[in-house]
């Protein structure tokens, strides 16, 4: 923190932590966007923590039509271009309306805290249970299975039986598996969740390219499995990393809108080195116990007087599937273009038409969909279209200066 105007996301546990201890230096502009679609309970716990912490000054972003999923993709000049595929492209309707209030409430651009990475440091996925099973702790396996599976209504044998199959391989073996899983047909959709935990699971875009591409892709996985050196131990420990990597890129991606477009720097303390070493050593087990929600945030600030008791005790997390589906709805037209017959995607064989069009239909119908695999294909698509408009320029070393070419 410097003598710029500092701001903050006031939302979910980990925001909340970064907005309290920056309060602790100064005034934070803590936003808190409270769209009513969410049904969530952000905005309460936002209200009741800026009544509670000396210099938060608390300020609502309320929702809008055009605050959805894939607003403004009919015009892609209005996005910066970044270094890679930008997930946040597909939210910066939300981002610019966080951003503009910000901006409304500074006397000049400063910096901008975000909670982003902190679910992938202070927390695990339950996918730590196939690693319980691989190093034989059955006892600590089941316990855990037993709540994960309270929690998602479901049975203790349904849970483990989903980690069974990744505790009996390496991550060579399981790429060999999934090439050749890429040379069989294409797999009926099914939610991700119910799909058995994989080293590097498949999601629904990879049933969306033709057969030529899937049998290339297939070729490219086996080369790698069978170049695999120092491969990871851990399932857990391998998940995590590549959770730190996607959330890395997109938040630069992110960082490059809010400079852009207002001269906010964007800072995410849980993507630091340090915060990194010092979470991940701790075992997913540990991170990930089912019993407690963000541990180790309890652990690091209970007694502390930084945040209120009542945000350590929270168990509440906010989503937005609401405005995926209102997004996927209201521009739909524009998304068929996007990743239609003409698109980038389908020259490469990335997309084929028939099963991104389901896709679509279902969640115009309001019916479960890959929306996980639709945000990153309109992600590539829509960075593809940009490189494609963008001005023409390279870099070249040309020693001992770096020059322009």
């Given amino acids: 923190m410097d003598e710029r105007p500092i701001s903050a996301d006031l939302a979910g546990l980990d925001s909340t932590t970064l907005a309290c201890l920056a309060a602790q230096r100064g005034t934070v502009a803590a936003v808190t966007f409270a769209d009513e679609r969410l049904r969530d309970d952000d905005l309460a716990f936002a209200a009741r923590t800026t009544a509670t912490v ?22 892609l000049a209005a996005l910066p271009v970044t270094d890679a595929p930008n997930a946040y492209v597909v939210t910066a309707s939300i981002k610019r309306a966080v951003l503009d209030t ?13 909670g982003a990475a902190g679910d992938a440091v ?16 059955h006892r600590q396996a089941w316990s855990h299975a037993l709540v994960h599976a309270r929690l998602r209504h479901t049975s203790t044998f349904a849970v483990l039986a989903r980690a069974w199959p990744a505790s009996r391989t390496d991550l060579a073996k399981a790429w060999s598996q999934t090439a ?32 030529d591409t899937r049998s290339r892709l297939a070729d490219a996985v086996d080369q790698a499995a069978g170049a695999l050196a120092n491969a990871p ?19 630069a991606g992110w960082r490059a809108l809010a400079l852009a477009e207002h001269g906010i720097e964007l800072a995410a303390p849980y993507l630091d080195n340090e915060v990194i070493r010092a979470c991940l050593a701790v075992p997913a087990d540990q991170r990930g116990a089912p019993g407690q929600y963000k541990p180790l945030l309890d652990a690091a600030f209970t007694g502390k007087r930084v945040l209120p008791g009542f945000v350590l005790a929270r168990t509440t997390k906010g989503g937005f599937n609401a405005l995926a589906y209102a997004g996927l709805r209201d521009h739909a037209p524009v998304l068929k273009e996007l990743v239609g017959p003409s698109s980038r995607l389908a020259a490469l064989g990335l997309v084929t038409q028939a099963p991104v069009n389901d896709a679509l239909a279902r969640a115009a119908a309001g019916q479960p969909t890959a929306q ?31 020059a322009r070419a």
């Fill in 180 to 211: 050749d899983e890429l040379r069989r047909p294409a797999r009926d959709w099914i939610p991700q969740a119910q799909r058995p935990v994989a080293w590097t699971p498949l999601l629904a875009s990879a049933d969306w390219m033709n057969t």
């Fill in 102 to 114: 910000i901006a409304a409430n500074a006397p000049t651009p400063g910096v901008h805290f975000t």
């Fill in 372 to 402: 996980g695999a639709l945000h990153l294909v309109v992600t590539a698509e829509v960075w593809l279209r940009q490189l494609a408009a963008a001005p023409t320029c390279w870099w070249e070393e040309v020693s001992p200066h770096v």
């Fill in 122 to 137: 202070l927390s695990a996925p339950s996918s730590y249970l196939a690693d319980l099973l691989r190093e034989r702790r």
């Fill in 233 to 251: 131990a851990r399932l857990a420990d391998w998940t995590a990393r590549q959770d730190l990597a996607r959330v890395g890129a997109n938040t």
């Fill in 54 to 75: 000396p210099g938060l000054s608390h300020h609502t972003v309320p929702g809008a039509p055009g605050t959805v999923y894939y607003a403004g993709l009919h015009d």
